[in-house]
């Protein structure tokens, strides 16, 4: 499990050259707390032992698009973005050799991972808010516990 996580991990850091915030731009993803370079952002989730988010889509999709614009800008998953995870926004098929190693078909697809780098959860297509957020708390739990084990 070790290997495949940081071969996980590896993949991502070598083939996310091209982020993209909600709105579409690199800049804004930053200024709105999105990373867009996941060294960083697993570096900076181990150091602050925060689970990370990652939300992969596609242009011109419109699912990915809704929840984009429902989801992800409710208040209570704005909070506990902004409070609990380290966020990384991905355009999936710009990344194709990641998204078979992770055997993502479908788009928008929610990745949870602990702050390691490990994928405990992977939500395919549209997520409302009431169900990502209660998939968000389990996580959180997780990694907490992962947290007091150490």
Known sequence: MI???QAIRSMLAATLASVVGISGT?????KSGWYSDIDAALKVAAQQQRPVFVFISMDGCHY???M???TLADATIQRALGQAY???VIKGPEHPELMNK?????????LLATSDGQIVDQLKGYTDA???YEHMRATWQQQQTRVARR
């Open 26 to 30: 690199a800049a804004a993803a930053e």
């Open 102 to 110: 992770l055997a993502i078909r479908s788009f928008p697809t929610t």
């Open 86 to 88: 380290v966020s990384v």
């Open 68 to 70: 984009a614009k429902t």
């Open 3 to 5: 290997g495949r996580r």
């Open 64 to 66: 990915c698009q809704k």
């Open 130 to 132: 009431a169900k990502l």
